[in-house]
């Protein structure tokens, strides 16, 4: 069984830093040049996510699975993703649900099912990362000790620097 607690936690302090950038004040903190704003970095976790489920949710299935994060960086789907959501408020509660989606899968499966390899590809920055097979475990935990953790930190350092020590992550 996997504990998704570390997973829950991530998700909601992402959520916090989304919170706390939203409230910053209207228009949105700009990122720095070549960066994503709130919204983008909010439709990237919901595609991380969605992906991320549809793995768990084939190897639940007894399918075949893969991962492979490049529609979650491609820019014109993440731009349809935050249109389609209603900008910051539907994709933080997009993301919420997603997550919770997730930490309630988690628990069904089986130690096989979380050892199963599944064959992973995952970019950043137009850097291949990992090109392996990855035990499905491994896909679950990474988002909750890499990847939604430098998300919110990339969500904190869009406040300004008087906000930003009220908010951390």
């Known amino acids: ?6 997973l829950r936690d991530a998700y909601q302090t992402l959520l916090d830093a ?51 994060n490049r529609m979650a960086l491609d820019t014109w ?6 249109g389609r959501a209603g900008g910051n408020a539907g994709l933080r509660d997009r993301v919420r649900r997603l997550g919770d989606c997730l930490c309630a899968l988690g628990p069904a499966l089986s130690e096989a099912e979380l050892s199963t390899p599944v064959p992973t590809l995952l970019l950043s920055g137009g850097t291949v990362l990992v090109d392996q097979l990855v035990p499905l475990r491994e896909l679950v935990t990474g988002l909750a000790g890499v990847e939604l953790p430098a998300h919110a930190r990339q969500l904190l350092s869009l406040l300004p620097d008087a906000a930003r020590t009220g908010a951390t992550a």
């Open 1 to 6: 069984m996997l504990d998704t607690e570390p």
């Open 18 to 68: 989304a919170a706390a950038v939203a409230g910053a004040g209207d228009p949105g903190p700009v990122p720095p040049a070549g960066e994503w704003n709130a919204d983008q970095i909010l439709a990237h976790v919901a595609i991380v996510t969605a992906t991320t489920i549809a793995a768990v949710s084939a190897v639940a299935s007894g399918t075949s699975a893969t991962f492979d």
């Open 77 to 82: 789907t993440i731009g349809r993703l935050v």
